[in-house]
Structures are given as C-alpha cells and as structure tokens.
C-alpha cells in the first residue's frame, strides 16, 4: 500500500473514531455514517439545495434559492478526541489570525453534531439541530443565539474558504450545547454523562415500550388530562375524510394550497387564546407527508417544513403568533405536566449527542392525543409525520410541554 493509500486510510478510520449520535428535529439520532447519507438523501430532495464542505463555502455560489445562494449539510466528521486519559474529551486547536485566537467553525459543529446552511449572499452561516438557533455571519460582531440578536466580542472570519469563529465567544455563545472549557489555547468539550439510544428508521409509529399494563417503572409515562375539552376517541389518525394525505416515503409532491396564502390576522401567544384545536389538528394532517427541510422557508415559498415553522405556520392558521424557532416558541404559554397533556399542546425535546449538554431544546412537536404526537422530522421517517412517542427515545428526551391555546 503507498503513502498515499495509506493516508487516506488514516482519516477513514479518524473520522469513525468520533461516530456518535445525532438528528434533527431535528431530534432523532442515528449512527454518524447513516446520519450523514439521510442528509444527503434529504438535501438532493429538496429544492435548490445540496451537500457542502465547510471548507469551500464559496462554492455555494452556484446554486440558488429563495433566499439567495445557500448549502445546506449536516456536520458529522472528524475532530480530535483526546483518548491518552480516558477522558474522551474532543480537543480543538486554536488559530492565531490577525493576532486572535480562532478556531474552525466546522470542526466544533462536527463535535456537536449539527446541522449547518451556508448562505452565500448574506455570508451567513445557520446551525441548529431542526431548525436553526444560530447564525453567525462573516465579518460582523452581530450574530443570532437562540433566535434572538448577540454581539460578539470580534467576527467571524474566512480562512482558506471556511469560516473560523473567535476562541473568546465560542464558549458564550454555545454555553448551554456543551460542557467545554479554554486549556492552553485549546476549546476541551467534555462528554455528556448520559447517552441516549439513537432513534432507529425502522421504529414504527405502533411501536412502545415494554412496560407492563399499567405500570410506570421509570416514572416518565405520559399522560392526558381526562378534563381536555377538545379529547376525542380519534380511530384514524392519519387521515382527515375528504382531505389526501401521504404515507413516509417516496409520493408525489404535495401542492402549495391557495389558503396557504391567506393568514388570519396573528396576535401574540403570551396569552392563550381559544381555538379550535380539534380543527389545528385536522388540518396539520393534510400535509402528511411533505418533506422535511433544515432551515425551510415559509411554506408557501418553499413548500417544506423543519419542526418550528411547520408549528409557527399551524398555529399561525389559527391567529396564534408563535416565534421562528423552537428555543424561542420554548418560552411562551403554560408549562403543563407530562402525565396532564391535552391535545395542540406543544412538546419540546433536546436532541441527545455524545458531546452535547443534552438539556437544550431541539425539536418541537405537537401532541394530538393517545400518545401521539404531529411533527415535522427527518427521521423516524421524513417530513410531517405522526409518531408514537410512547418509546424510550421520547420519554428520555422530553423536556417539557407548553400550552399557548385551549
């Protein structure tokens, strides 16, 4: 075997080396190898969009979207794990440019496991899990966490085609994604004390966990409100009479709809407001089946969905004004109990990662009743779905539910 062979060997096996779990809305997790060829698979379905190297993101020039040239991929390679110890820390080397500590942007997004769009018009880059929380731009101390506007300490910068962010904000900005510390010119992130099992594409929607009838062993059941105005015995959940609807997999391109168009009149959901839920739910069900998207735009531009616009634009229906992204949509209405759920309630997950704080939120759904909830994810299967979320992954992951409507 020559050098060259040999070499290319070498970052094989490193790249496998840091293989963990990840997902998007977001929020399901796989092996990084299939992570990676599902986003693949997503990107070349969806329109304008397409796989990309951080380390030429000048390269998305040529192609196009409604938004301006964007490339969207999910980071899942190499970085380098400090095994000497037993730590299992990931270890990131800093750069001196202009006489600044910096680091790659892409190798902590790796780390972290995720997923990032490169927008080549405004140079902005957006990462997130299902959706994105995150934007940093080059060039500019103005930056986006958690939705909402930050100034860092110094810019971003390009380097050789690929973004590389100041030492000096990373740990700030990603406080609550990660345990890491600054060592001798170096970001050390931690491991996350508690992994959680992937969520395998091969999960059923009928599938639940093993628990006996009746029983509650781990104390994380969910539960219903018996009181729910709007609980009704829903004996086909995936379809509404009159109204197609589309099973996972490959189908037909679902159709913008002319109502699409016309919103009611929104008004902000710090308070909630009465409305049809039943009538919600009914209707998020006609887009069965219409893909997922990292970052998707307005639905009526777009015609996909990531997991918080695909509930900004339900509830939207409805003149309920929820904000763009699930960590901000986290924030408004009423923390409701998990054994007391009523239907349109909104359910948040974090999306577990072997280097992640696994506390933060990453995807939203809606819970619709008998331990089912609608969302728009990549995976157990991909786009708007239904899913039984009575199965470890769910219950694990859970964070809390909010209620913005009755």
């Not at 040999?6 to 929020?27: D, E, N, Q, T």
């Not at 990462?127 to 731009?137: A, I, K, R, Y």
Request: hydrophobic share 35%; glycine share 10%.
């Amino acid at each position: 075997m020559n050098r060259r062979h040999m070499k290319s060997l070498g970052m094989l096996l490193l790249s496998f080396s840091i293989a963990g779990v990840s997902g998007c809305g977001g929020a399901d997790t796989n092996n990084a190898g299939t992570q990676g060829t599902q986003q693949s698979q997503q990107a070349n379905q969806a329109p304008n969009t397409q796989q990309q190297s951080l380390n030429s993101p000048q390269t998305a020039s040529g192609s196009s979207s409604a938004s301006g040239s964007m490339q969207a991929r999910s980071s899942q390679q190499g970085a380098t794990i400090n095994s000497a110890n037993g730590s299992g820390d990931a270890v990131i080397a800093s750069e001196s440019i202009n006489g600044a500590s910096y680091i790659p942007l892409r190798k902590l997004t790796d780390i972290l496991e995720l997923q990032t769009e490169w927008d080549a018009t405004s140079q902005t880059m957006r990462m997130g899990e299902n959706d994105f929380p995150f934007e940093l731009t080059n060039n500019s101390t103005k930056a986006v966490k958690d939705g909402d506007p930050v100034t860092l300490p110094a810019p971003p910068v390009m380097k050789d085609g690929s973004m590389y962010v100041p030492l000096s904000a990373v740990v700030d900005l990603f406080r609550q994604d990660m345990n890491a510390e600054v060592r001798d010119g170096q970001l050390i992130v931690h491991p996350s004390p508690e992994q959680v099992e992937p969520l395998n594409e091969s999960d059923d929607a009928g599938q639940t966990t093993a628990s006996g009838a009746g029983q509650d062993a781990d104390g994380l059941d969910f539960g219903e409100d018996p009181n729910d105005p709007f609980r009704t015995a829903d004996t086909n959940p995936n379809a509404e009479a009159g109204k197609p609807s589309a099973a996972s997999g490959d189908q037909a391109e679902i159709p913008v709809l002319a109502e699409d168009f016309d919103l009611e009149p929104l008004v902000l959901a710090a308070a909630a407001k009465n409305i049809d839920i039943n009538g919600l739910i009914a209707r998020g069900k006609r887009y069965m089946g219409v893909k997922y998207q990292f970052g998707a735009r307005p639905y009526a531009q777009s015609g996909r969905f990531d997991c918080s616009t695909f509930t900004q634009y339900l509830f939207g229906h409805y003149g309920v004004k929820l904000p763009r992204v699930a960590r901000q949509q986290a924030r408004i209405g009423t923390t409701v109990a998990r054994k007391n759920l009523r239907r349109g309630d909104l359910m948040y997950f974090y999306v577990p990662g072997r280097f992640k704080a696994n506390k933060t939120v990453g995807h939203v759904g809606i819970y619709i009743g008998n331990n089912q909830m609608l969302h728009a994810s990549p995976k157990p299967k991909n786009g708007v779905q239904i899913t039984n979320i009575n199965k470890a992954y769910w219950k694990r992951t859970y964070l809390y539910a909010k209620r913005v409507a009755y």
